[in-house]
């Protein structure tokens, strides 16, 4: 348990950042109907699925169009 304690300064901005990414992801799959691979649904599922930074980091690289 103290353990935890300890590296909860180091936990708490990285879970920040990742609910941050994962928030603005599926805010700019929500408001776009453009993507250079795939669709709608297909990365939502990816970006959920893939919550932690793989699925949105994904998107931006692959599904987002410019």
Known sequence: MDNIIE??????PLVIAELALL?????????HKNYKRGN?????????VGMQFIGPILYFLLGKEE
Do not use: G, N
Request: net charge positive; glycine share 0%; no cysteine.
């Open 40 to 48: 709608r649904t297909l990365w939502l599922i990816v970006t959920i």
């Open 23 to 31: 928030a603005y992801t599926l805010y700019h799959i929500l408001t």
């Open 7 to 12: 590296l909860l300064p180091f936990l708490v």
